[in-house]
């Protein structure tokens, strides 16, 4: 059972970005939808926290690019937790190398920034549903991706890129959740090598 | 041992011989000058005097020629192509001792301008990041904010008003876009985050995209590890390279290579345009940065036709030996 269908279909969102234009913006889009309802907005990652405890998200819209930290981060940190939000991450740029990290972060959708608000919106209500909006992954990103891991790793990597849920994945290769998550987090590191 | 005797004396051993000889000519030969010269013997005198000059002037210029050919080689040294060096085989102390000062004065001088050059390079660099990153997280994030109001407005007005504002949207979006691809071509952000192999793909998608030429990155797997000033010669010359082909090169296809050979890395940027035709190589400051860049990383930087036609852009960067 979603939290959406408890809250009366209304769809509750909640955003982390630094910005505060973009803040107005996205509350005046989200607002301007009928079914959404914007339940918290904040500057950074360390009022999430408290945010998701108190307001309770169905979905969480995460800027890319955050103080000290990155949507990336916080994406695998909020999808950690027990009946966690789906997660948007929300990006200016880098979005061709960023579809993989995403996919690995657990995040439901992938939007640009620059694009129009409806996009959003449309986001929005497909991961609050259960379902995901991320750009179409090319093959030479994922070859290329391929050529960054471990052997080991590159089944995780087949399993998530179809969406297949993570428990699913675990049982398939017989890990246990934390382990999954641990190889997630060394498949993450690899593909980044600024962290 | 001789090459070892000074200029300055070996001048003087002349000149003392020439005296000398001059001095046994006249001692030996029944010349003989009277109290008051005759017009024969001042006329004597005078042809003596100048064949002394001129054997004098003739061994002289032996011992000063290795000087006049180190002047000469001086001012060939070429200040784009470094590792040129002054080599006398046969020459006198002093010239010898010159041409050694003049090589390590253009050793040090090299080593001055690398340094300096990669300082300027660094300094660009860093100021090139900032930008990039002040244009996105200040102007970037405020125009995509009034973008996404535009878009609720856009609903919320009249017919009489919408296309105005649709008009709105489009330029509060075009500076979105505008502002981003500033920034990253200011400083590849892909570049710093996840990579060069990343970057090269992201790099070879977005020209791909905007140019409609077919772009086909091919990296090799078995990269060695490269340092960060020569992946971001890599990523910057296969940058340029890219941004030539789609401007200039009427080209349908190019491929992005980048692989391993011997002890190198070697980046391909292959195209099949129209070739360089009158250009020349050098022609274009864009040639010009590619190579200093180059340069800086101990690389080299060939640029020449592919048959059928098209150019090809080959960039070798010699990787350390492996401990």
């Not at chain 2, 970037?140 to 105005?164: C, S």
Request: proline fraction near 6%; include cysteine.
């Amino acid at each position: 059972m979603t939290r959406s269908t408890i809250q009366n279909d209304l769809i509750r969102v909640a955003m982390v970005d630094d910005h505060a234009a973009v803040r107005l913006g996205l509350e005046a889009a989200i607002s301007s939808r009928p079914g959404l309802v914007s339940v918290g907005v904040v500057d950074g990652p360390e009022a999430l926290a408290p945010l998701l405890y108190r307001a309770r998200p169905d979905v969480v819209i995460l800027d890319y690019r955050l103080p000290r930290t990155n949507g990336l981060v916080l994406c695998r940190r909020v999808k950690a937790q027990p009946l966690h939000p789906a997660v948007l991450l929300y990006s200016a740029y880098a979005d061709q190398a960023l579809v993989v990290p995403a996919l690995l972060a657990g995040a439901d959708g992938l939007v640009h920034k620059g694009g129009p608000a409806r996009e959003l919106l449309d986001a929005i209500r497909v991961v609050a549903g259960g379902g995901r909006w991320l750009p179409p992954l090319r093959p030479d990103l994922l070859r290329d991706a391929g050529t960054a891991l471990d052997p080991e790793d590159l089944p995780v990597l087949g399993m998530l890129s179809e969406g297949t849920p993570r428990p699913e994945i675990a049982a398939t290769l017989r890990l246990d959740a934390a382990e999954l998550d641990r190889r997630i987090g060394r498949m993450l590191a690899s593909l980044r090598p600024e962290r | 041992m001789i090459r070892r005797v000074s200029l300055f004396w070996r001048v003087i051993a002349i000149n003392g011989a020439v005296l000398v000889a001059a001095a046994l000519v006249l001692a030996l030969s029944p010349i003989t000058v009277s109290d008051r010269v005759v017009v024969a013997e001042a006329v004597l005198l005078t042809v003596g005097a100048m064949v002394a000059l001129v054997v004098n002037l003739a061994l002289l210029r032996r011992v000063f020629e290795p000087l006049e050919r180190l002047t000469e080689l001086t001012r060939r040294v070429d200040p784009l192509l470094p590792g040129q060096r002054l080599e006398l085989e046969r020459s006198v102390g002093e010239v010898g001792e010159l041409s050694s000062a003049f090589n390590d004065m253009l050793d040090r001088l090299e080593r001055e301008r690398l340094d300096s050059a990669r300082r300027a390079l660094a300094a660009q660099e860093h100021e090139r990041r900032r930008i990039a990153h002040e244009l996105h997280d200040e102007i970037g994030q405020t125009l995509t904010g009034v973008a996404l109001q535009l878009d609720v407005l856009a609903d919320l007005v009249g017919p009489d008003l919408r296309p105005r504002v649709t008009a709105l949207q489009e330029s509060a979006r075009t500076g979105v876009e505008e502002v981003r691809d500033i920034a990253r071509g200011l400083r590849p952000e892909a570049l710093d985050e996840f990579g060069l192999r990343s970057a090269l793909v992201s790099l070879s998608t977005m020209v791909a995209d905007r140019s409609g030429v077919r772009i086909e990155p091919r990296l090799a797997r078995d990269l060695p590890e490269l340092d960060k000033d020569d992946e971001l010669v890599i990523y910057r010359i296969a940058q340029e390279s890219l941004t030539n082909v789609a401007r200039h090169a009427h080209a349908t296809r190019a491929d992005v290579i980048l692989e391993r050979e011997n002890a190198a890395v070697v980046l391909r940027v292959r195209d099949d345009g129209r070739g360089m035709g009158g250009r020349t190589e050098e022609s274009g400051t864009g040639m010009r940065g590619m190579r200093e860049r180059a340069l800086l990383v101990g690389a080299s930087l060939e640029i020449g036709p592919v048959a059928p036609h098209g150019t090809e852009v080959r960039l070798v960067v010699p990787t350390p030996a492996d401990p």
